[in-house]
């Protein structure tokens, strides 16, 4: 049997490519895609390829720091949240961090202005990678 690398609940991890060198995510096993904090969405077109200006506010409680980032469009999705409400999101593939181990996930963008964690990292993102483990948390961080 394949021996999983463990991760709490919580953990800080990296989007570079984004310019989001630290950022807290939830691991949510029930949500199916991970999903970011996003605001003044600002889609655009560059030759062929759909592309979105985003900003975001990386850290909890903190709306003076914004990084503004930009990313590909690979789709746009309806997608229901916990409270089934259904809403269409864009969504990017961006590289993760996470310990020592990086790997692309696919990401809608959302605002979460009034959740707790401004990304979750749901469960395709770590499926067949990690082993969750719900009683610790920042188990990658160093």
Known sequence: MKQYPL???REWISLPELGIDKI???VDTGARTSALHAFA???FKEGNQHRIHFDIHPFQHNTNKIITCEAE???LRWVSDSGGHKEERYVIRTPILMG???WP???TLTERDTMLFRMLLGR???RQRF???PARSFITTK
């Open 7 to 9: 991760v709490g609940w």
């Open 24 to 26: 807290k995510a939830k």
């Open 41 to 43: 969405l600002r889609p």
């Open 73 to 75: 469009v690979i789709d």
């Open 100 to 102: 020592d181990i990086s």
């Open 105 to 107: 996930i696919e990401i």
């Open 124 to 126: 395709s993102a770590i």
């Open 131 to 133: 082993l969750v483990n």
